[in-house]
């Protein structure tokens, strides 16, 4: 999935391909943060990465908003460290443009911006509790990007 990942060409597919798999397997936050099929390499920075770039693809930003949302919306690995490690990373990007990058981007095309703010607000209701207990700069300098 990883090599897909790498080209512009595939990309897109590769991410709806993760998106069913999230979907289908219930796959967690916890997993996306630890390295698959035998690499060493993690997932969720990637896919972190992409959501932090405003020259992204409609396409692309919208299936690797909805495969994040797909791991964020699966509960079997709540209040664990390795899931609260992998908020902290999404919360780290916002610094590195993390959804305001792409949303300043495509602030008028309405189905990126959705895609963006489903995943955010999905983010922020599914992990309130280590949301709240962090400190809130991150997720303010989010809302000032964004209006």
């Not at 919360?91 to 990058?101: E, K, P, R, S, Y």
């Amino acid at each position: 999935c990883k090599r897909a990942l790498a080209s512009n060409e595939t990309m897109a597919p590769a991410l709806e391909a993760l998106q069913n798999w999230n979907q289908t397997c219930q796959v967690t936050l916890s997993h996306l943060n630890s390295p698959t099929c035998g690499g060493t390499e993690a997932l969720l920075p990637f896919l972190v990465e992409i959501l932090s770039q405003p020259q992204q693809s409609e396409s692309v930003l919208i299936a690797a908003s909805r495969a994040l949302q797909e791991a964020i919306i699966v509960p079997t690995d709540s209040c664990t460290p390795s899931r609260e490690e992998a908020v902290s990373i999404m919360l780290n990007g916002i610094a590195n443009g993390f959804v305001a990058a792409p949303f300043q981007n495509f602030v008028d095309n309405q189905d990126v911006c959705h895609a963006l703010s489903n995943l955010i607000c999905t983010l922020v209701t599914e992990e309130v509790d280590y949301v709240s207990s962090q400190p809130a700069e991150p997720l303010l300098m989010l809302l000032l990007r964004i209006q």
